[in-house]
């Protein structure tokens, strides 16, 4: 079986996108080891959040590692309900683990809402399946690429 990021490169591409992926020494699982590896402001970091709705489902919030999800905001925007999702469910059903989830490319399809904020700050920095591994990602090809709604998230 291939790694996470070489799983997450070749779904990547199946979705019409080249990622470079960077593997690297140091752990980027959080925004600030993120931004310090990537050598980026950590509001150029794109945090893959996963939540789990009020109903059940699994949802992907993209947030700009300088933000924090507001659970009000995003219930008034939709309607849903958000409480953190379980770590194994994740694995299992995005494909990757906590830390290294990419904005696209997972095992099962996940609902996505994007945080506003990213729009015009840059080149963005997102996982890239594992807690090492990163891609460079414009805020176009992302919104593009995991077909994700832009909201009000934080």
């Given amino acids: 079986m291939s790694s996470g990021p070489e799983r997450f490169a070749e779904r990547a591409r199946a979705l019409g996108f080249e990622a470079e ?10 925004a600030a080891e993120a931004a310090e ?17 009020g109903e059940g489902a699994l949802v992907l919030l993209l947030v700009s590692g300088a933000n924090q999800v507001d659970a009000a905001a995003f219930r008034a925007r939709t309607g849903h309900d958000l409480s953190r999702a379980d770590v194994k469910r994740v694995r299992a059903e995005a494909g990757f683990a906590i830390g290294g989830v990419p904005p696209f490319g997972h095992d099962a399809p996940l609902r996505t809402f994007i945080d506003g904020t990213l729009q015009g700050i840059g080149p963005l920095w997102a996982a890239a ?3 090492n591994a990163v891609f460079p990602v414009t805020f176009d090809d992302l919104v593009r690429v995991s077909g994700g709604e832009i909201c009000k998230v934080c």
């Avoid at 992926?21 to 959080?30: E, F, G, N, P």
């Avoid at 402001?41 to 945090?47: G, P, R, T, Y």
Wanted: overall charge neutral; hydrophobic content about 45%; some cysteine.
């Fill in 21 to 30: 992926v960077h593997v690297l020494d140091a752990s980027t699982r959080t």
């Fill in 37 to 53: 590896a990537c050598g980026c402001a950590v509001s150029q970091i794109v945090k893959s959040l996963v939540f789990e709705t």
């Fill in 129 to 131: 399946g594992a807690p």
